[in-house]
């Protein structure tokens, strides 16, 4: 989920209810094997239920998506090629993940002339793949986006995504709950965030910021990380020697969580205070579980929604509709619910996390 494309301007609206889907001072750990597989993603995709399940007309889906050098990235990438494995009607045409622009475009056209069926894309920037995105539609090549939105809505029929206000305001409202629930007047709340010039980090602060302030409190400190462990534990080790005092901290990305908690660690200050995480990694989910740090909560943005995205493509190509709702066809935005992830309910999603 690094180096994501500051286009995706718009937090899309419609729901789809119940989609789904130690750090110690060692930053060779890490969130996902950033090699393109996922150790528990995958364990429920390709599970097929309802009408949906029936085999139609073999359809062939292109995929393209940026290189997997992020265990969220490399999830995508998994859950996607295992749920188009589960059908018996899909040929999957996957091209070699890039963060070249020039070569995703390239590669997304070599796919246009193969005159696939329909297009699943992540682009690496949806700006600059938004042209070659029009040419697939213009070819009558419906393209489903993933994520990153494209420039313009002639360039997709369908987008899927996560919800990035809703990370911010659902971490935000499990802070102002434990802090009411432990008494704790006038917090200290440290928000360490991802690359601050890209939309996603924008609307992930503001959503934190908003909630917070509905309940009568705000962000004491806020600083930029890169989405990287290295980069979380310098940041946090700066955050740390700035602040005498913490009592919540909110950190974007659970990639760059390996780095914080490290920090934090080293610093010896993990019982001091509590820590909500973003995205919804196994190893941060590993230590919510083991209640063997600060790490408290954190609020998920489901690499399932390639697999979701494969399904989506798949009934558009064969022109069908999605089971459970009464429309006769795909709808044209889902937004991806952004899970608290909790003790409590930590066995349910550690089923998907990357």
Not at 195 to 216: K, M, P, V, W
Request: hydrophobic share 40%; net charge negative.
């Amino acid at each position: 989920m690094s180096k994501w494309d500051s286009s995706a301007t718009q937090r899309r609206r419609f729901l789809m209810g119940g989609a789904a889907v130690g750090a110690g001072a060692l930053l060779t750990a890490c969130t996902g094997s950033g090699s393109g597989e996922s150790d528990g993603a995958n364990q429920l995709v390709g599970q097929q239920q309802g009408d949906n399940s029936q085999p139609g007309e073999t359809v062939t889906i292109g995929l393209s998506i940026p290189s997997d050098d992020h265990g969220w990235m490399g999830a995508i990438g998994a859950n996607a090629t295992a749920q188009a494995e589960s059908f018996e009607d899909v040929n999957l045409e996957a091209t070699e993940g890039t963060n070249d622009v020039n070569r995703q475009i390239s590669q997304v056209k070599t796919l246009i002339n193969k005159k696939v069926d329909v297009l699943a894309i992540l682009p690496f920037n949806g700006e600059s793949l938004t042209q070659v995105a029009e040419q697939a539609m213009r070819a009558n090549i419906p393209v489903v986006n993933i994520d990153r939105v494209f420039a313009s809505k002639l360039a997709y029929r369908t987008w899927i995504g996560g919800d990035n206000y809703g990370m911010g305001v659902n971490a935000a409202n499990f802070i102002a709950d434990r802090l009411e629930q432990q008494g704790v007047e006038n917090p200290v709340i440290v928000e360490i965030a991802g690359i601050d010039n890209l939309e996603l980090t924008r609307e992930r602060s503001r959503g934190f910021a908003e909630a917070l302030e509905s309940r009568g409190l705000s962000v004491t400190m806020s600083q930029s990380a890169e989405f990287t462990p290295q980069s979380g534990r310098q940041v946090m080790g700066n955050v740390l020697q700035a602040r005498d005092n913490i009592d919540a901290v909110w950190n974007h990305d659970d990639n760059q969580g390996v780095g914080v908690l490290a920090a934090i660690e080293q610093a010896n200050r993990g019982d001091e205070f509590f820590m909500v995480g973003g995205a919804g990694s196994k190893v941060m989910m590993e230590h919510i579980k083991a209640g063997d740090g600060p790490m408290a909560a954190t609020v998920s943005y489901p690499p399932t929604m390639s697999a979701s995205a494969v399904n989506m493509a798949r009934l558009i190509a064969q022109q069908r509709s999605v089971s459970g709702l009464v429309e006769s066809a795909v709808p044209s935005e889902i937004t991806l619910h952004s899970a608290t992830v909790t003790k409590d309910n930590v066995d349910e999603y550690l089923k998907t996390a990357f």
